[in-house]
């Protein structure tokens, strides 16, 4: 018995649909996969140095908008065990369009540089948003936690290959790496996110974040 018409456009349709989902679970590039990000709130640090006690214990911490990407970098052919370079730009976008003057949100960019990272997995990077920034961005009323503070973040990676991974804390990501920061009502500010080098956290948690390059190698 032949098939009807019917039975025929089904399993075209059951056939089409398996081929999109399976193109679109291919990643960007399987060396490097960011797989978390993570927004939160940090207090200035508090470190004591030996001999220098100007006005010690005055002042209140202030809280840092710290943006983290966990990810791996997995074993390739023929790649190197130490990747020379891989660049990291964050966006951040504000939910501070009560504040601004054309009453649209701030977003946010910022890149870090890491070197010799090598293959292995759950290695991680970062950016931050200093205290008087985000007193600025926010007219003086800094949110109290993530959620009154922005309404997406992203992260692309990118290495000598070109473009290697994105993510997006919220929203989707197309199969070529396109993000909400991709999208022309939002345009990106630089300079105003720092490296964690460029930081008060630059001495702590040495061995968990990946080394970044000096501006001196630049």
């Known amino acids: 018995m032949r098939p009807s018409n019917s039975s025929i456009r089904s399993f075209f349709v059951v056939v089409l649909t398996s081929v999109i989902a399976a193109h679109a679970q291919v990643p960007l590039n399987s060396e490097v996969v960011v797989s978390k990000i993570e927004p939160a709130f940090v207090d200035s640090p508090q470190i004591n140095a030996g001999g220098y006690n100007k006005k010690s214990g005055v002042g209140k911490p202030a809280p840092w908008l710290e943006i983290e990407a966990t990810f791996d970098r997995n074993v390739i052919a023929k790649a190197p065990k130490f990747a020379e370079e891989l660049t990291f730009t964050y966006y951040v976008l504000l939910k501070n369009e009560g504040v601004t003057p054309d009453k649209k949100p701030t977003c946010l960019s910022g890149s870090v540089t890491h070197v010799f990272v090598p293959q292995e997995k759950g290695l991680h990077s970062c950016i931050f948003i200093s205290p008087?920034?985000?007193?600025?961005?926010?007219?003086?009323?800094?949110?109290?936690?993530?959620?009154?503070?922005?309404?997406?973040?992203?992260?692309?990676?990118?290495?000598?290959?070109?473009?290697?991974?994105?993510?997006?804390?919220k929203g989707a990501v197309t199969k070529d790496?396109?993000?909400?920061?991709?999208?022309?009502a939002y345009a990106p500010t630089a300079g105003l996110m720092l490296n964690k080098n460029e930081t008060p956290f630059a001495p702590l948690a040495w061995d968990y974040y990946e080394a970044i390059k000096s501006k001196a190698a630049n």
């Open 132 to 169: 008087r920034t985000l007193a600025k961005l926010f007219d003086g009323k800094v949110p109290v936690n993530v959620a009154q503070a922005i309404t997406d973040a992203g992260v692309t990676v990118t290495g000598k290959e070109g473009l290697l991974s994105a993510l997006a804390w």
């Open 177 to 184: 790496g396109k993000g909400w920061w991709d999208n022309p």
